[in-house]
């Protein structure tokens, strides 16, 4: 395999794991929002 077909799909490789990421990352937060609305409520 070439070099550069090699560092093709190794970036193809880190966009398809930060792509991940960033789902868990908008999961996570999502999560946080709903904890904080419902606390803030309970405080109510």
Same mark, same amino acid.
């Given at each position: 395999?070439e $070099?550069s077909?090699k &560092? %093709? /799909?190794?970036? !193809?490789?880190?966009? !398809? $794991?930060l #792509?991940?990421? !960033? @789902?868990e990352?908008e999961? @996570?937060? &999502?999560?946080? *929002? #709903? @904890? *904080?609305? %419902?606390? &803030? /409520?309970?405080?109510?």
């Open positions: 395999m $070099d077909e &560092a %093709k /799909k190794q970036l !193809i490789n880190e966009l !398809i $794991d #792509r991940k990421k !960033i @789902v990352l999961n @996570v937060k &999502a999560n946080h *929002k #709903r @904890v *904080k609305n %419902k606390f &803030a /409520k309970s405080e109510e």
